[in-house]
C-alpha cells in the first residue's frame, strides 16, 4: 500500500466533508 495515496485519498475526502 502506498502512504502517498492514502494520504491524497484522505485530503480528497476531508476537502469533500468541509465542502458538504
Do not use: P, T
Amino acid at each position: 500500500m502506498n502512504s502517498e495515496r492514502m494520504k491524497k485519498l484522505v485530503s480528497l475526502m476531508k476537502i469533500h466533508s468541509l465542502e458538504g
